[in-house]
């Protein structure tokens, strides 16, 4: 029942998991909207199923080991929240059960080690970067056949080549009359896979009248650690941020999906702490890029492209942020783009943070179907706004043997702008 998950068993995200449980009226909508009951067409791999074991759980009538593999399985992609006729906060429990449950979940010695691995490289981009050194090393040798075949997903997501490492300036002066002024995140992994990312966010803002402050302080935005549910590191992650931006700016810009996402779940992740009121009012300052210049406005004409592209909804864009519409305007802003739609383009690509690396075949099922999806619509790019899209995107399409280019939504507005003055 509702009372017995309280906050004396569960802590501050009691009441929010309750919340969520109690929202749920089982009608069934978003099993059509699940890419993993698609996929396995298992009432438990549904977002229906999945409350009802979490919630068994919670109350005590259920042992987490009858859960696990299910909720393990969830994308987190929040598909489910958009088709809810009854509204139902699905992050407010997917991500806090995880949290409360972390410890007592039982991992094999190459799940620990894994999770372990991607705890302390990926949210830390120098690490990371050695990290994929070596793993492209390993994927190109005669070591590969020594790492076990769980690992080789996360092999063959690392990039043929690996960008130079770059830096920004802390200060990156509007152009022209300043009409705005930002703080930017600049992300973990996108910092090491395609930092030109950034660079082309950086230079969209400023030629549109935007001075774009890059806090040194900043660190990573803790979503990573927040999804698998390791709250302490969430936590300290949260923590550091709140600090490191700037209070005196219109907004802190993200230009990951899931990086913005989680920023904007900063109050959940600190419920219960001395924290919680500041990352109640620092969630709301945070926007995705696409958003903010949407309503800003492009302030010049951009260059004709005639090219066809086809925009692929992040899913923590599209359903964790709602944010839809913006990405396609600013794109449809450019003459001779035919912007194209992406069949069942509701369903996750299967990157989802560290999904690829946990759940690695039902990861590879859902990136070839987006990559097929994709190439029937005939397009010479696709576009999106999250870098583990991107990864998962030029992966699938390659494995495919397809030259098609993927790239950021602003990659594509900075190719724009660059003629058109």
Known sequence: MLHSISTETFGPLGEPMAKAVSACVHC????????????????????????????????GTLELAAAQTHVDRCLGCLACEPACPSGVPYRDLISPFRAVTAGKMHRSPGEKVRRFLAGKTIPFPAR????AMLGKAARESLFRRWVPRSWHAMLDLVPETLPAAQTWPEVNPAIGKRRARVALLLGC????????????TIEVLTRNGVEVLVPRAQGCCGG?????????????????NLLAFPADVDAIVTNA?????????????????????????????????????????LREPLREMPLTLAYHDACHLANAQEVRRQP???????????????????????????????????????GAQKA???????????????I???????????????????????????????TSS
Request: charged fraction near 20%; aromatic fraction near 6%.
């Open 128 to 131: 990371f970067r050695l990290a």
């Open 28 to 59: 069934g909508f978003c099993l059509a909207a699940c890419p993993t009951y698609r996929e396995l067409g298992q009432e438990m791999d549904s977002p229906r199923g999945r409350i009802v074991l979490m919630k068994e759980v919670l109350e």
């Open 257 to 297: 999906a899931g990086c913005g996402s989680a920023m904007q779940e900063y109050h959940l992740i600190l419920r219960g702490t001395g924290d919680e009121e500041l990352a109640g009012a620092f969630r709301h300052r945070v926007q995705d890029v696409s958003l903010f210049l949407a309503g800003l406005g």
């Open 328 to 366: 396609r305007d600013l794109l449809r802003a450019i003459p001779g783009l035919n912007l194209v739609e992406i069949t069942d383009a509701q369903y996750c690509c299967g990157s989802a943070g560290t999904y690829n690396l946990d759940q690695p075949g039902i990861a590879a099922a859902l």
């Open 388 to 418: 583990g899209c991107l990864t998962q995107l030029r992966l699938h399409l390659r494995q495919l043997d397809s030259p098609m280019e993927v790239r950021h939504t602003f990659q594509v507005l900075r190719d724009a702008h660059h």
């Open 372 to 386: 097929r999806a994709i190439l029937a619509t005939g397009a010479d790019v696709v576009a999106s706004g999250n």
């Open 189 to 200: 992994a996108q910092r090491v896979l395609d930092p030109d990312i950034n660079t082309s």
């Open 224 to 240: 990573l650690a927040w999804h698998t549910g390791d709250l302490p590191a969430a936590r300290r992650f949260a923590r550091r």
